[in-house]
């Protein structure tokens, strides 16, 4: 049996969050590779449009589009909700990695912080 008919995202459209580095840009490979329209979003907007820049010039069956998008706040989100209206009327797949990290070593991890990051 073809893998393509077993795992193929023809046809299918994917939003990651956090999709510019990491994690997220190694899903947003993989889906596209896949052959799915992928959309990715992060703070880091211009990251996002490079690295969708860098899967299309891969030749696969998918295709990337990259733009800025927050999740942290309500606000943040209703805008991207509002982003991806404009790109599709049809969400298939969605990936939430957009996430933060404070950034020190873990005996300097203040108590205050722990909302941020689980938040």
């Not at 046809?11 to 596209?32: D, H, P, S, Y």
């Not at 329209?37 to 696969?60: I, P």
Request: aromatic content about 6%; overall charge negative.
């Amino acid at each position: 049996m073809d893998l393509g008919t077993l795992f193929g995202l023809e046809g299918k459209t994917a939003l990651v969050t956090g999709g510019a580095t990491g994690i997220g840009r190694m899903a947003c490979e993989a889906l596209v590779r896949a052959g799915a329209t992928v959309l990715m979003a992060s703070r880091k907007g211009e990251a996002c449009e490079a690295v969708a820049a860098e899967l299309n010039a891969l030749g696969a069956s998918g295709k990337a589009i990259g733009f800025a998008g927050d999740v942290g706040s309500r606000e943040g989100v209703d805008a991207l909700v509002a982003a991806v209206h404009e790109r599709t009327e049809t969400l298939d797949i969605l990936m939430n990695n957009a996430g933060v990290t404070w950034g020190a070593p873990m005996g300097d991890f203040p108590f205050e912080a722990w909302d941020k990051v689980c938040a």
